[in-house]
């Protein structure tokens, strides 16, 4: 495997659990637990942040 097709596997994960990690703070928001919530934003912003200038550094397209 090349080193660009595991760049790109390795944007792909981070992607889904950052999106993951959004989905369930959304989830828990949404169904009565604000404290939880936002802690879990809180850390979903982390991790779009790290997923975001992974793909920025290596010159992906969004």
């Known amino acids: 495997m090349s080193l660009v097709q595991q760049d790109r596997e390795r944007a792909r994960k981070k992607g889904l659990i950052a999106g993951a990690a959004t989905a369930g703070s959304v989830v828990l928001l ?19 942040k790290d997923w975001f200038t992974f793909r920025a550094k290596r010159g992906m397209r969004f």
């Open 30 to 48: 949404a169904f009565g637990a604000p404290i939880l919530g936002i802690v879990g934003l809180v850390g979903s912003a982390y991790l779009v």
